[in-house]
C-alpha cells in the first residue's frame, strides 16, 4: 500500500467520504495540500502519519467511550459510581483479554478504573490530583471497591474452571 492509498484510507476511516477537509483541518494544514497529496502531486511527508496515529487512536478512545455509555449507560453520576453499569462495562472490557496472572487482571482492572471512573471523576469535580483523593469524593467507594475485587475474583474463578 502507498502513501496515498493509506492517506485516504486513514481519512475514509476517520471522517468519510468528504475526508480531505477534515484531515487538512484537523492536522493543521490547507485543504489544497491535502487534495495534492491526494492526487500525487506533491510527496506526503512521513510526519504526517504519526500525527494520524496520535488522532486515530485518540478517535478509538472516543469511539470506545461513546459505544461503551450506549451499551450501559454512564458510569458515574456526580459522585456516585453506578456499580451495575461498571459490572457490565468491565465484563465488555475483560471478554477478549488474555492474562497470564492473577495480578496481571488485577493490574488491568486497577488501571481500567483509574482512566474510566477515577481520572474523569477527578476532573469533574475539579479535585487537584496532588493533594486530593478521589475515594475521599466518591459516595459508594466501598461498593467500588467491592465490585473491583469481586470482579477480579469472578474472572479467575471462570479461568479456572474453564
Known amino acids: 500500500m502507498n502513501d496515498i492509498q493509506k492517506l485516504e484510507m486513514i481519512g475514509v476511516a476517520m471522517f468519510g ?5 477534515a484531515i487538512a483541518k484537523k492536522l ?19 510526519n504526517i502519519f504519526a500525527d494520524l496515529e496520535r488522532v486515530l487512536v485518540q478517535r478509538q478512545a472516543d469511539l470506545r467511550l461513546t459505544l ?21 462495562a468491565l465484563a465488555d472490557e475483560c471478554s477478549n483479554l488474555v492474562y497470564d496472572s492473577e495480578s496481571d487482571i488485577s493490574d488491568f ?16 469535580a475539579g479535585l487537584d490530583k496532588n493533594t486530593d ?22 474472572i479467575l474463578e471462570k479461568s479456572v474452571n474453564a
Not at 461503551?68 to 457490565?88: A, D, M, P, Q
Not at 482492572?109 to 469533574?124: C, G, H, R, T
Open 133 to 154: 483523593s478521589i475515594y475521599d469524593y466518591v459516595d459508594n467507594v466501598n461498593e467500588l471497591r467491592d465490585c473491583q475485587n469481586d470482579f477480579v475474583s469472578e
Open 68 to 88: 461503551r455509555v450506549l451499551r450501559h449507560g454512564e458510569l458515574f453520576v456526580g459522585e456516585t459510581v453506578n456499580i451495575k453499569h461498571l459490572k457490565n
Open 109 to 124: 482492572i486497577d488501571l481500567w478504573i483509574q482512566e474510566n471512573i477515577e481520572k474523569p471523576m477527578a476532573e469533574n
Open 17 to 21: 467520504e468528504q475526508w480531505q477537509s
Open 28 to 46: 493543521g494544514v490547507n485543504d489544497r495540500t491535502v487534495r495534492r497529496w491526494a492526487a500525487g502531486e506533491i510527496q506526503i511527508n512521513q
